[in-house]
């Protein structure tokens, strides 16, 4: 509840200080996302790597890869970096979410809640946002948000705080899910999607190396 109070405070904040579509969080906005790789690209061009660690486009790493042990689907993109390392946006934005009061859930109700998730075939939202543990969710416009997960600590920012890309979020963690190691999970939510969603893998990965380049050196795309 606090969180969602924090959220629609946040859209608050955003429409009282640049009321125009740039501002829009993913609730707001209602015209249709574009679905092609090729249009959703326009959106979520030009993003800085949030951690000093490589763009790994392995499968298991992106978005659309299955996650067995809760019954769903991976919804962002996984980079491998040390507990503690800085995260950094990754685009000039405002702050929607900022969990400085996190505490982490009992490891027994999350062992109970991924063994329903695993009976159900599927991980509720509930649960995915209790297993991306503490967070910072940026609004960067035009309904794209990019959420950083299992984080360890957060940067002394406020919801409404503006940030650029490369400004200090918070640090790598294992919160939520200790059990996945400490990375850095990134989610690009686009309106009420994450990035990638219903995508064949190739087109995933094109999407992201695209959305990222030209931090990501030595990435041969398709065409
Ligand atoms: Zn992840």
């Keep these: 509840m606090r969180v969602r109070l924090s959220i629609v405070l946040a859209g608050v ?7 125009s579509a740039l501002a829009m969080t993913p609730e707001e906005r209602t015209d249709p996302i574009p679905v092609a790789p090729r249009a959703i690209l326009s959106l ?3 993003f800085a790597l949030p951690v000093d660690a490589p763009l790994d486009l392995r499968a298991d790493l992106l978005p659309g890869a ?6 769903g689907t991976h919804e962002g993109v996984d980079f491998l970096a040390p507990y503690g390392a800085p995260v950094r946006a990754a685009r000039a934005g405002i702050v929607l979410r900022i ?3 996190y505490a982490e859930w009992p490891w027994t109700l999350r062992v109970a809640a991924l063994a329903s998730a695993v009976q159900e075939g599927a991980t509720s939202p509930e649960l995915l ?15 794209v948000v990019t959420r950083y997960a299992h984080l360890s600590d957060v940067a002394d920012l406020l919801v409404g705080d503006p940030v650029v890309a490369g400004d200090l979020l918070g640090a790598v963690g ?6 996945g190691g400490p990375h850095l999970h990134l989610e690009i939510r686009v309106g009420d999607r994450y990035l990638g969603e219903g995508l064949e893998v190739e087109d995933v990965r094109w999407l992201v190396a695209r959305a990222f380049s030209p931090a990501v050196i030595g990435w041969r795309d398709r065409e």
């Design 13 to 19: 904040l955003v429409i009282a200080a640049a009321p």
């Design 174 to 179: 294992a919160s939520g899910y200790p059990e």
């Design 129 to 143: 946002d209790r297993l991306r543990g503490r967070q910072v969710w940026v609004g960067h416009g035009n309904g």
């Design 66 to 71: 299955p996650r067995a042990y809760r019954g």
């Design 44 to 46: 979520v061009a030009g």
């Design 99 to 101: 969990d400085r009061d």
